[in-house]
């Protein structure tokens, strides 16, 4: 037998991993797993070289518990090891300043992947285990076994030892603060996070099934318990597949989940990097639980992680599905991910996809798009902020609905607004609402005077228009209800004819002001026509814009948020009422007309409250 030390810098390299990896103990089983995994597809590799002539067996890898000895063992029949490998792969431990290394991450333990970052892998099983033995025989001729035992110190055994079948045998020797993972549902709950579609079987337990015999007899029938997918839809090739396959893929993802998703996208790359995944987008709304069905990404089929905040860009990750390349770094920390330049190369790569598949959805089937439109649209219009290059691609299939419910996409919405949406200073001036019932009577008056009105009602809106107005030529927006719907769009500089001469206009204007509250209206009296209201409240839209962009997180003035609103109070100087109020000679009789009217403009738009409301009410009731 030979005894010998493992070569670490740091004499104390074990406690110092329980330690500072202690959250992450439960990767110790994905790091073995996938082990056996690679040594199972390497004695594949070799056989199917001609390299390896001998019989491969059942391949599946195996993992056994035993409460009583308190040991779970994982097995394969894979490549094996010869002792000189195990000299050579386990015994000398690459891990040159190991003290630096826990220095530098102590505040980063709970960061994933730290081990597998520095090539411990196997040594992540003494987070669990106070003695680790490995049984293994080589595929080589001539090597009939060895056996390494070491009790979580730098101190190893290593001896010969007749192994029947060729493979590895790891036996763990759970410590008690780690007697969890002697339960069944906590390994199982394991194997399904982190091995769910490892390429090769894995074996739990058995189960009991019911199967018919020829005589249609149902006979029950013990077999292996077999826990993970080997063949998930993702590395079929597309044409092998349904819609259903990928609905059923979908829920083999997420069994909690009964909704089902709008579309996919199947990834399938393998230059100049190797990406295969599905996508799914799922139905946006209002309060969805973005922690749910997240993307996972994996690596060769090993699950990594499924927090890709900084991966992909942030409107990717409201998406679902599976990502998959073999150039991601298997087990390293998130900060390193995220500045790999091969993992930014696929980030950029899935954008591009992501905007072809709608652009090829929105070109098959146009109006089957514009139906998903409204669940997907808060993703596209997010994106479309966040990216320039997506914000570019998305002028071929965003869309914008009017308010009698046709769809257009930016170009055909200008060219539909050539007509009478130009202002002026040949400004396009698009006219949108962000709520196509609260501001129903704006709509109204805007249709009827020949306009076209889009409905952009998601909280991105003040900040997708302003990006518009930013991004494209001579374009500007205008909510329906910033101003008169004559004054929406400014056609001619020549003032508009008057009912009222200046003295009279500046004398009602201080009448106004003497019954209203100067700091939240602004008060105006303005030519408008017959036809308007006597009486209307605005809110401009730039200043409703910036409190929007601010409420909403970003962009507008800080500290816009809070600050009280204030309105336009605009009389109609046109309005045969506002004739009459101005010729009243009964003072009293004129002041509570005005505030009457201010407080019917007021009603119209929910903006009397409280005290001003019951005030109101009763000077109804004395005047009827
Ligand atoms: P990595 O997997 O990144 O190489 P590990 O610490 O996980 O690092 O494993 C170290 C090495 O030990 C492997 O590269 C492999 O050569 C060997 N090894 C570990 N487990 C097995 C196994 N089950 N069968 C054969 N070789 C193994
Ligand atoms: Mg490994």
Redesign the pocket.
Known sequence: MQKGNINVTAQNIFPIIKKFLYSDQEIFLR?LVS??V??TTKIKTLASIGEFKGELGDLKIEIKLDKEAKTITLS?R????TAE?IEK??NDIAFSGAEDFVNKYKDQAADKGII?HF?????SAFMVAKKVEIF?RSFQEGDSGSHWSCEGNPEFTLENFKKEDRG?D?VLHIAEDAEEFLEDHRIRQLLNTYCKFLPVPIKFGTKEITEKDEKDKEIKKTVDDIVNNPNPAWIKTPIDLKDEDYKSFYRELYPMTFEEPLFHIHLNVDYPFDLTGILYFPRIKPNMDVRQNKIQLYQNQVFVTDSLEGVVPDFLTLLHGVIDSKDIPLNVSRSYLQSDAQVKKISGHITKKVADKLEELFNQDREDFAKKWEDIKVLIEYGMLSEDKFFDRAKKFGLYKDSVGAYHTMDELREKLKENHIDKDGKTVVLYAANAEAQHSYIKKAEEKGYTVIIMDTPLTPHLVQKFETALENISFARVDSAPVEQLIQKEDKDKESALNDEQKESLKKSVEAVIDAKRYTVSVDSLSESEDPVLITMPEFMRRMKDMEATGGGGFYGMANLPETYNLIWNANHPLTKKVVEESDEEKRKSTIQQANDLAMLSQQLLKGEALEKFIKRSFELI
Do not use: Q, R, S
Request: no cysteine; aromatic share 14%.
């Open positions: 790091e082990n056996a690679d040594a394969d894979g490549v094996g090891m490998e792969y386990i597998g090539g411990l892998g196997f040594y293994t590895t790891i």
